[in-house]
């Protein structure tokens, strides 16, 4: 608990490694531990620059800015990453969740679609939810449950995944199924952008 000697210690990291992207998050985090939020976000973007665009820098700067609602802020930090970097497959699912989430536009929701294809034949369960989600709010309902199954399956203990397949086979029909993930994905204290619309959906059931 001592943020300004904490601070001190990762900018003597940094100027030893300064291409590493772990001094630079200790330190917004250090800074954010002292008050100095503004700080904080100024060392993740000294960051990013060092590090040619960190995957993990760019995460934790896009949900500072989300924090705040600066969604284009967010959306722009992971461009940014992608200019230098554009087969990321970390930056590409964060950027098509952001998009799939924050936006209803035709045109974002078209580039998100893009963006995911990538991410199809991961195996990665967070990978495949975004891929499912997209998908879902693309209107292909049915298209996406076998994606949202196969994330799910990988990662059961997430009330979030189970609230994305709820979600898509509701609109596909299948209402049992549905009631079913949804009941799970809103017990107990696990938090998630979207709960209160799985709380919504099952009360309308």
Do not use: C
Request: glycine fraction near 6%; charge should be positive.
């Amino acid at each position: 608990k001592r943020p300004a000697d904490a601070t001190s210690s990762y900018a003597a990291a940094v100027k030893l490694q300064p291409g590493w992207s772990q001094p630079y998050r200790g330190q917004a985090v250090a800074f954010i531990a002292a008050g100095q939020r503004d700080r904080g976000m100024e060392a993740l973007k000294s960051g990013l620059a060092q590090t040619a665009g960190s995957s993990d820098l760019a995460a934790d700067l896009a949900t500072l800015y989300l924090a705040d609602n600066r969604i284009d802020d967010a959306i722009a930090v992971y461009d940014g990453v992608l200019e230098r970097d554009p087969k990321n497959l970390v930056v590409l699912n964060n950027l098509a969740m952001l998009l799939a989430t924050h936006r209803t536009d035709a045109a974002s929701l078209e580039r998100a679609e893009k963006l995911v294809t990538p991410l199809a034949k991961t195996d990665n369960p967070a990978f495949l939810d975004t891929y499912g989600w997209v998908l879902y709010k693309r209107g292909r309902h049915s298209d996406a449950i076998p994606f949202l199954q196969k994330a799910f399956a990988k990662a059961p203990q997430s009330q979030e995944l189970r609230y994305h397949l709820g979600m898509a086979q509701l609109k596909a029909g299948r209402t049992a199924d549905a009631r079913k993930n949804l009941e799970v994905a809103v017990k107990g204290d696990q938090t998630y952008m979207g709960k209160d619309e799985a709380k919504a959906a099952l009360a309308a059931m």
